[in-house]
Every structure is written in structure tokens, then in C-alpha cells.
């Protein structure tokens, strides 16, 4: 994709523009040549012949009012639209993609009324795309697709390995609640054997100093291990957990180990694959040059962003992030000013806690963080995390754009203009 296609342009009037309502089933679709709707709206579905009908119907449009081509205009609600919008860019056809806000908002100016159809939607679709409310349909390409699957995958698994242990910590509550103080460390080999062969004070009692002794030794480190195995012991004689359901709670922190494992393993092939794929973009190496700024976040963000080459201006990326800041004054009231949160909501809270890291001691915006909090005008942590965001956006924008590596002193010193 060029650097131009995600500018907001108007549709020239000697171009069709073809509105469409996406749906899971029936989508529907409104030609539109100028001010003038062509013909009544068009119901196809979501197969082959569903699309050919489609270009068959805009071939016809073009046809009748002698247009030099069509272009065809979406809401990017949801995933599926993202077949169709592939489909028809692989046959050369532009898709545009229009804020389902500004559709929201828009529907009631169109006619003065409430009323709601598919075809209204796809008309005001086009509509909007005809005045320039749009931009390129985001269709990602190579390894950017891949890393936004992937990364989205990864995330599915953070979520869910975070619910398997909550759920063994509520068990270890009721049975167990001394555990946790002594092992720190859920999975850690010696606190998975306790886990699996001792759950409980009782289990502890009844296996005895020296058979726990001898796990100790075959799975632990050291001195360690015996002053682990004292407080363990102790713990268990005084222990205040439930002496009832002990069979039922066995069961179930036997099954959230192995749960546990098997998440863990699944997470561990994602991101395998994620470092792969990462790496076929080519100028990746140079992204992680930021110190404190890894792997993961960082072909996560390509994920969400795509190719960062496409884009002729960082403020898209601050933008897209929802980082852009707005504000409500009227006359003499000056509105405070805040972010728009309009953005890619996963994206904005990775770069939050990207830019919390980066401006600790020893990262990439520490100067930039420090100068904000303790100079004259003692901005909020939170602002400072906040404008850090866009900083780091603009960096990692400049480095994918002239294809160097950072430097501390470029983007760092105070005294010297930040990069793009």
C-alpha cells in the first residue's frame, strides 16, 4: 500500500461508488454515481457467486452512466467484511472504509428521519465515501497478517492461562490459603510436585519429614529446600483451610496443573511462530534496537498497524491509536482537552504499558518521562505515560521510514528536536 491511500480524498463524480452493508449472511449493496442512487439496492451472499453478482451489478452501474470505474465502500465492523474487501482488491477493485460512528451519526441528516434498513446503511456508506469520509480498507499483507492473527491468538492465551491460575489460587484459598506464602511461585517445580502430591495440610502431615525430604532433594536446589520444607511443615499443623470437599478440590488442582501446562505449551508455539514471522519484516532488528522495547510488543504493534512505511505521517498512527487529543470549548469556556479513545483500543493499551517501561530507569524515554514529572511544569504520570505514547509512535515511525536504528542521543536529549 502507498503512502497516499489512507488519505481522506473525495470520490470523483465520473466514479461509482458502491455502498455496502455487511452482514453475516445477506449483505447488501447501494450503487451511487454522483448525488444520484443507480437502482434499487442489491441482496447477495456471502460465497462466490454472492460477489461476482456483486461486480456484475457495479459493472452495470458503470455502464449505464458512462463512469470510468467503480469503487466499493464498507464499515469495518467485525471480521466479515474482511473476505469480501480481499476478494475484491485481488481483482483490482479500491475498497474504502468508513467509521460506523460517522454512519451512525450521519443516517438521520441523510433523510431528516430515524428509520433504519440495509439498504439506507449502504447508501449512506456511500454516501459518506463519495465526500471523502474514508480511508483505505485496512487488508493487511505478508507477515503483517500473520503477526496480527497470531498476536491476537497470543493474547487469547494470556487471557486464558491468567483464568486457569485465579481459578487454582480460589482452591488453594479454601484448602490451602498458607501455600501462597511460601511458594511465591505457583509453577516452579518444587511448588507443581506439593501441588500434585500434597495439596492440602493433611497430605502434607501424612506423607512424613523424610519422604518429603527426599522430593525436596530430587527436584529443588539446596539449603533452600530444607528451610522451605520447615515453613511447609509448619504451616500444615497450623494450618486454618477447610477439612471438608478435600477429595473434590484434589481433583480440581490436579486438572488446573495439567490445564495449566497444556496453555502454557500452546502459548509457547504462538510465539514461536510470532518471532518467525517478526523477523521477515525488514526492518525489525532495528525496532528492538530501543532498549527495554521487546519482541512481542513490538511485532504486536505491527500487527495492529500494519506496515509502518504505509503511513506518510506519524499523526495517522496516533490517530488510529486513539491518542489524538479533543476538547469541547464554546466562547469565552475553554474545554479541557483529553484523548479521543477512538482508536484501536488493544493497541493503545500495549503502548501504555510499552511507554511505562520504556520511561522507567535505563529505557528509551527516561529522559523525555523525567523532564515532564520533575521539570517546572510537574506533569501527572499519567500525561507523561500518555505523551511518552506518541512519542514512542513517532520513533518507531522514524526508524521504519529512514531505515535506521535508534540513537539515544537523536531521540533522548532534550535539546535535540525529536525525530518526524
Known sequence: MSRRTRQCVPVQSDIVVVGIDVAKEEQTAVAVSGAEQEAKPLKFGFHQEGFEKLVR?????????????????????????????????????????????????????????????????????????????????PVARGPFAELKVLCRQREQWVKRRSQVVNRLHRHLDVVFPELRRIF?????????WVLQNAPTPSDVLALGDEKLWEAFRRVGRGQACRERLEKLEAAARTSVGIREGLEGHRLAIRQLL?????????????????????????????LVSLPRLGRITAATLLGEFGDLRSYSHPRQLIKMAGLDLVEHSSGER???????????????????????????????????????????KKVKPVKAAVANMCRLLRILHAIARDGVGFEAGRYGDPSTKEAA
Open 184 to 192: 511465591s511461585d505457583l509453577e516452579g517445580r518444587t511448588s507443581v
Open 334 to 376: 475553554k474545554g479541557r482537552r483529553y484523548i479521543s479513545r477512538r482508536g484501536r483500543r488493544y493497541a493503545r493499551q500495549l503502548l501504555y504499558m510499552a511507554a511505562l517501561r520504556l520511561g522507567g530507569r535505563g529505557g528509551a524515554l527516561e529522559i523525555p518521562r523525567t523532564r515532564m514529572v520533575e521539570g517546572p
Open 258 to 286: 495439567d490445564e495449566l501446562k497444556w496453555v502454557n505449551a500452546r502459548k509457547g508455539e504462538v510465539e514461536r511462530m510470532i518471532f518467525e514471522r517478526f523477523a521477515e519484516v525488514p526492518y525489525a532488528g532495528r
Open 57 to 137: 451489478y457495479a459493472s452495470e452501474a458503470v455502464r449505464r452512466r458512462e463512469a470510468r470505474r467503480f469503487v466499493a465502500a464498507m464499515e469495518p465492523t467485525g471480521h466479515y467484511g474482511l473476505p469480501l474487501a480481499t476478494w475484491l482488491e485481488e481483482r483490482g477493485v479500491e475498497v474504502w472504509s468508513v467509521q460506523p460512528l460517522h454512519t451512525s451519526r450521519a443516517k438521520e441528516l441523510f433523510d431528516g428521519t430515524r428509520r433504519k434498513t440495509d439498504a439506507k446503511d449502504a447508501r449512506v456508506i456511500a454516501d459518506l465515501c463519495r465526500r471523502g469520509r474514508s480511508v483505505r480498507y
